[in-house]
């Protein structure tokens, strides 16, 4: 392999190294105890549920799953197929404040009396309205059955179930953190502009076709 085709794949691997760096997500998830405390048609219940929350990016957007992998409160009578429908707000911290709102659809079996409810999976829709780390935390849980709404709120101040680093957001999107526009005055801003976005990408590009001219003289 003549060294020009050497250093051609060499240029093409770091490259595609440096995209795999720029595109790789970075979060931090945990599962965390939260103890609710439901106030229930009939009395105050509590019971323990660790809690897992995932986002997954969509466009301009982010899919966030709110997992419950024990049940909360009860029933004194028996909850047939469809009769439970599960909502929650999920409470934003760190580089963007608010919440985020999740729901879940009605219980597919029967939910025996006096047993804890298994809260099925919830999900909702977060749009970054700011950049940085975004830290996502279980809030409100509200059960409505037969009629009557049970809520639930977390007693023990849980930590985030899940930290997300978020870049992008648009400054109109009401965030403050978003990238400031680079002026452009001539070609060479342009150039500039494109680099900053395109990180190495553009860089190690434009190196490549910088250097086989030189390369091509010389020869």
């Known amino acids: 392999m003549s060294y020009q085709k050497r250093t051609a794949l060499a240029l093409a691997t770091a490259v595609a190294g440096s995209v795999v760096l720029i595109t790789a997500p970075q979060a931090q998830a945990s599962v965390v105890d939260v103890n609710y405390n439901c106030q229930t048609p009939i009395g105050a219940k509590s019971a323990v549920s660790p809690i897992d929350i995932k986002a997954v990016k969509s466009g301009s957007s982010y899919k966030v799953t709110m997992s419950f992998q024990k049940g909360v409160s009860s029933s004194p009578v028996a909850l047939g197929s469809g009769a439970m429908n599960p909502s929650a707000v999920i409470n934003l911290g760190g580089a963007d404040k608010g919440t985020v709102s999740v729901t879940g659809p009605a219980n597919s079996a029967e ?82 502009a494109l680099g900053t976005l395109g990180g190495t990408v553009v860089l190690v590009g434009a190196a490549g076709v910088l250097w086989l001219p030189r390369r091509n003289q010389r020869v």
Do not use: H, M, Q, W
């Not at 899940?162 to 978003?178: F, I, K, P, Q, Y």
């Open 111 to 192: 939910i025996p009396a006096n047993t804890p409810i298994k809260i099925s999976d919830l999900s909702g829709s977060y749009v970054p309205k700011a950049n940085g780390k975004v830290t996502f935390i279980a809030g409100i849980l509200t059960i409505k059955a037969l009629g009557t709404t049970t809520t639930c709120t977390p007693g023990n101040s849980p930590g985030p179930s899940l930290e997300l680093d978020v870049t992008g957001a648009s400054a109109s999107a009401g965030g403050s953190g978003g990238p400031a526009a680079l002026p452009k005055t001539g070609p060479l801003d342009s150039a500039i």
